[in-house]
């Protein structure tokens, strides 16, 4: 397969300034009649290069007369004298045969599309690159019957009855795009309808569109379309441009939702909610997504990304922007430890494995590939690093400067980061190593005090690892917010310093101290990076009760309960008393909310575990850390069953404090039931039979699909037969199975693969068998291969339908290096037989050619 590199970017030939684009919808034939007005860019005298995927031409005239044209693959090329002609297309395409689900595809009867990145050329011949904007007007004929609604980008301009009970109608989008961010969905919908008057008084027609039985769960995306409105007006000065904007939610969908300008289509798992089917968590993933789809109108719409190698700065700025709305909407603090707690998950074993890539590469060979945890997640880190280095007041004004000067524009990383030197006043050359270099760099920090004497020292140093392609690597810039405590007295020797370290090595003095003080180091995660300190277990209990960045707190907690669990697993013993006093007096701190304490009370997952160390034993991390759960639950369990009786509530809230108590309630739960308490099992199914809401439904399930009581079966047969026919509330049966610790979970997924509801042509489906399985670490890493062997059968069954999901649930099979060489061999066998496989997709092909280097 052809590697495209950035290197080789070069300004489109031919740019398309209006296209007219024509549908006769049908689910069994569609055909696309296109007008472009192509204009010659520059001076060379080449042809006219359209793409397309799997599409023949009927019809190609230029200028209104039939015109020579060849094929090269699957590109149109068409000779073309002169600087502007109407070149004129017809294709016939066909939705129902689109398993993919890139370009026009059906789902649920409904025709919708997704184009990003490349899918525009599976519906019609075009320059398929984010660098040429175009105007639209788009109109679409269907039956009127099937597809009664019909929607695309910009405003609504006309529509119409036809004979034979067809209808049409037209849409019209003022502003030039990049044919990745087209849409258009026809089908039989229902709406919720709202408007919101911008601060400039513009007033928009809302409309979340879905399936008239799914009307009742539209009010929370609503709200939070509305509430990111006015976020982006108070905190970035950004207005919404169109007099409408429609969301329209789809159950077949390869991943969360599309940014398309004026009609963003979503995963439905993004948009419905109600108290019993959605848990607190899809709540607040579903405004996420929304804020940050919507968000996208200015940062990836307005400006676009003049070539898919600077996908970061759509997608990392965009992250960011979400990140701070929710941090917003309730505890900052619980919010950040989220998303720390998400890029420690998938970003940093990204980064340490065989895929690690900059978050602005330099080749790829499917660009769907490429739309990673280290894109979005290192992405909008980095963005967050420049915030904290230029303060709120020079940052809002570099951003304003980006938002002027690239309106309109499809820009890059460089254009971004030099407008916050701009109105930064910064130098930030080395920083842009960022932008280059991959791998998570680590720092190791030791502070030296000597007794007697009045001033600490702190020595840095960092190093970057090597990562594929890149063996050297150059030290970086790293803000790392740091400050000193008294462990007499819990008081700070000082304010919160901000240190940039950008040497390999560095020595930072600190006067006036006059005790050997505590460090309190990248506080708030100012740096996405590893820290290794020689902290004592006493330093990081302290911090845990004491620091006041109350991310610190959560670290340091982490840190002494990792450090507890890795000694267990190299030693075989450790000594639990630190972690179990450090969470007993997290639980009794009263001036802590609830879910801060949940959140700290968490042990480390077996994942992260085992990022830490060399060789990962699976089994034993296990163990270990089932040891330590099982002798917090006993310890506490006084604390536990508390702070289960005070977290009950008598009615069903949505507020950040109710919240916060389901959380705290459901993680005692597993306390008490991990202690092996009689009565654990019989709780557990109470509070599973009595919950009003999903978060208590499914954290009592999960619970209980952990463990070996006789409730286990009852109540995930019941959870079932009342959900039966729910697919987002099904998808959680399937994940909460394949996510447990019993020692049967790999038969138990094996055999769920054969159920009935489940199928690979929904990636919801999919996702929440092959992806929640392929991340438990115990169960995937069995010793047999078996677990292996499973994700590569459904990974190429799965290729021949839908290629760009099979390939993104491939890289677990990759981190073979990680592990014995028993599992390595076996991992690696999978890898090569999936290469071996004739009619393998190029997305597969990347993937798994990568994971075996
Ligand atoms: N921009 C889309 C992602 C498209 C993924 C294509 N493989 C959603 C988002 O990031 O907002
Ligand atoms: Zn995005």
Redesign the pocket.
Known sequence: PHVIRREDYRAPDWMVPEIALDFDLDAAVTTVHAVLKVERNGSDAGPLRLDGDGLTPESVRVDGREAEYHMDGDTLVVPLDGAMHHVETVVRIAPERNTQLMGLYASGGNLCT?C??EGFRRITFFPDRPDVLTRYRVRMEADKTRYPVLLSNGDPVASGDLDHGRHWAEWNDPFPKPCYLFALVAGDLAVNRGTFTTRSGREVQLGIWVREKDLAKTEHALEALKTSMAWDERVYGREYDLDVFNIVAVDDF??????NKGLNIFNSRYILADPDTATDQDYDAIAGVVA??YF?NWS?NRITCRDWFQLSL??GF?VFRDQSFSADQGSAAVKRIEDVRALRAAQFPEDAGPLAHPIRPDSFIE??NF?TATI?NKGAEVIRMMATMLGPQKFRAATDLYFSRFDGTAATCEDFVRCMEEAGEIDLSQFRLWYSQAGTPRVTASLSHEQGSDRALLTLRQSVPATPGQPDKQPMVLPLKLKLFSETDGSAFGPEQLVLLSDLESEIAFEGVSERPVLSINRGFSAPVVIETDRSAADLAFLSAHDDDPFARYEAMQQLMLDTMIAGVLHGRTDHAPVIEAVANTLGDERLDAAFIAEAVLLPSENFVGDQMATVDPDAIHRVREALRRDLGRSLEGLWRQAYEASRADRFELTPAAKGARRLRTVSLGYINAGGAPDAAGLAFLQFEQADNMSDRQGALGVLANGSSDKRVAALDIFYNRYSDNGLVLDKWFSTQALSGRDDTLDQVEQLARHKDFTLANPNRARSLVGAFSVNQRAFHDASGRGYRFLADQLLALDKLNP?TAAKLLPPLGRWRRFDADRAEKMRAELERILATPGLSKDMFEQAERSLK
């Open positions: 997704q990003e990145a390869n991943f969360g939702a599309m940014e940050h789809e996208h990836g759509k997608e965009t660009i769907s739309y979005y760009q």
